[in-house]
């Protein structure tokens, strides 16, 4: 059975300081998501990581895959106040072949102070 | 935008109603999920539909059940509410087959 782990759940950052979320999974999958949450709100799609050593950059986010570590990482660089937000990785389950079917870490909920 | 909705967006009902939640895309794609989020849980499939009629169940499928008559509609119903399945529904699309995954809205539900 697949398992997603995210650390920290809970992120209390200063403004323009870098910080790391750690996402690790329990068995073999080459396909992880990484999504954002605002109170509230839905999922809006961060990143898509397909294969090992797959580095992927947008604003002040990085996200990196080493899939035979089974650990994707979330690097946040020079935080500011907009990235306060939950961010879920997801893991394709594999469920019989894949379908799509993910299994969500519980979310970090990062906070971004002045 | 993707063009999925869902409806209703609220809702609050009783133990032991039946309810039916409704995901529409406009977009004619195939693959469609059923998600439920719950503090301290993420999110947890449901059930899942890669076609027409063709429905598969997910993680915590038990006292729901699923339709998709038409490629549009994806129907989540709980046939008998109960005060543990008050939660945020949120239906998805796959824009890329099974992948890359699109969220709707949510509806919360609450069952008192």
């Known amino acids: 059975e697949l398992k997603v782990e995210q650390n920290p759940l809970f992120l209390s950052m200063q403004e323009g300081k870098n910080y790391t979320i750690y996402c690790n999974y329990s068995t073999t999958s080459d396909r992880l998501y990484w999504y954002r949450q605002d109170p509230g709100k839905s999922l809006e799609s961060l990143f898509v990581l397909l294969s090992n050593g797959a580095v992927k950059q947008e604003g002040r986010l990085m996200a990196s895959l080493d899939t035979k570590a089974r650990l994707s990482t979330l690097h946040i660089t020079a935080a500011v106040h907009d990235l306060s937000a939950t961010y879920f990785c997801a893991v394709d389950g594999n469920y019989g072949g894949s379908q799509g079917n993910l299994i969500f870490g519980k979310g970090t909920k990062l906070s971004v102070k002045p | 935008d993707a063009g999925i909705t869902q409806s209703p967006r609220h809702k609050v009902t009783e133990t032991g109603t039946p309810v039916t939640l409704r995901c529409h895309q406009t977009e004619n794609h195939r693959y469609m999920y059923w998600y439920r989020q719950d503090p301290g849980h993420g999110l947890r499939l449901i059930h899942y539909s890669y076609g027409v009629k063709d429905t598969d169940k997910g993680e915590v499928s038990d006292g729901y059940s699923v339709s998709r008559s038409k490629t549009e509609d994806f129907l989540l119903t709980l046939e008998s509410a109960t005060s543990s399945q008050t939660s945020v529904y949120f239906c998805?699309?796959?824009?890329?087959?099974?992948?890359?995954?699109?969220f709707g809205p949510g509806t919360r539900l609450t069952v008192t």
């Open positions: 998805a699309i796959g824009l890329a087959g099974p992948y890359e995954q699109y």
